[in-house]
DNA sequence: GGCAAGCAAATTGTATCCAATTGACGCGAG
DNA sequence: CTCGCGTCAATTGGATACAATTTGCTTGCC
């Protein structure tokens, strides 16, 4: 997967963590043309790209109107953070009963990095952040799994984007290290417990900033008078 | 979603419908100016469409190769099996929670009508034992949630076509049934049991037909004799 | 008879080209 | 002054053409 270098793939890879980023912005557009000659490529290769990324909820485009970084809106960070909820209890349900044995390592060491970045509210912390889950996930070896957690903690992040003032990456750091003493206790209930309460608290954070509800979320509730 | 209907659209439906009907067995090859002409649509359209369908995990795309239903290994349908375990158990909570008022309808009607192809054991059988399970997360009205259901059931119907001899649709109605029941009732707890039973029961059926494995993951228990 | 090198066919990877749809601007009527 | 309509630029949707890579087969050599 990562040695089928296609030209795709590295625009694909290069857009996506512009993305989560916030290099480039919810609401933004992403026209083929521009970006490709950005990267000195034609057109269908960013096409490939956007279309992947489509799949991916992190860019939504519109029939001739072109390609959106995906503007989120409450309703649906609400069920990404239910669906995300879900695939880290199984996550660690996994982990508990079957850790790699290299694992504590690995995942001390994502830890160690993300304290070093700690305080910079900078593009690094939340790629790092988000990191720590997609590595968590990767090592129950489920691969579906791994897949999932990842699109949902990259959506996640896109969330953030929107609606969070900031990251506030320290608290995450810390619960981070509780989740890998969990496991480590094989705790499954304390663990589970910690992540909900984690996710918990960014979700929360996002919800109370009363940030504009995207706009057609509001419409929709308005459009049936001229239904008929 | 419905209504933007691109070429990309319909060849990617008609293909996904081909594959877990069987049309399209496991392993086949799926060139693309053969389904292009096939359909009357250039290999632009039919290459957009295999992408999405290798994200979905139902093609396998290897470079300058070309497109093949996808073979899932006994390892990747475990793990298939384990995360659609987990969603599905999301699934139910959610609907113990909050089903919506119509939802009982629905789910009686679609069990009649998989009632109504009883014995027969003809791709319109497999695709409606499937729908159930997608027609359930919809429920939940979780949009991200239904795909990734709807996403595991289609390869789950994949990795029957592949290991299972017989698709068994009689028992899986009748658990179906129960299932309904048991959320009525909201007793989570029982709707979990029967469902992990039913998906224990069709995982358990495939893995004990002893159809050969992917050749690959055969000849590699035979290739160390050669590797010198 | 088996094996390696090389050639030819098939297939994908990428770029360019034409057509169709959309949004914006400007003009004129009320 | 505002609203509706027509034209135009911009951008995507789709098709075709060319280049690169792989595969299988043929051929010649050992």
Known sequence: MSDQTTLTDAVHTLLKRAI???????????????????FGVSRTIVRHALVRLQNEGLVDTRRNRGAFVAEPSLEEAKQIFEVRRALEAEVIRLLVERMPSSGFDQLESHVRSEQGVK???????????????????????????????????????????????THSSECA????????????????????????????????????????????????????????
């Not at 691969?143 to 003032?165: F, N, P, Q």
């Not at 981070?176 to 910690?194: G, Y």
């Not at 009363?210 to 509001?218: F, H, L, R, T």
């Open 119 to 165: 305080g910079k509210d900078g593009p690094v912390s939340i790629r790092l952040a988000g990191e720590f889950h997609t590595l968590l996930a990767e090592l129950t070896g489920n691969a579906v799994l791994s897949r999932y957690v990842s699109e949902v903690v990259l959506r996640c992040s896109l969330i953030m984007a929107m609606y969070a003032k």
């Open 173 to 228: 750091v810390d619960e981070h290290s509780q989740v890998i003493e969990a496991i480590r206790a094989r705790d499954v209930a304390r663990a589970t417990a910690i992540m909900n309460h984690h996710l918990g608290a960014v979700a929360g954070r996002a919800e109370l900033e009363n940030k504009p509800d995207s706009v057609s979320s509001i419409l929709s509730r308005y459009g049936k008078e001229l239904a008929s």
């Open 20 to 38: 989560i980023e916030q290099a480039l912005k919810p609401g933004m557009r992403l026209p083929e043309d521009t970006v490709g000659e950005q």
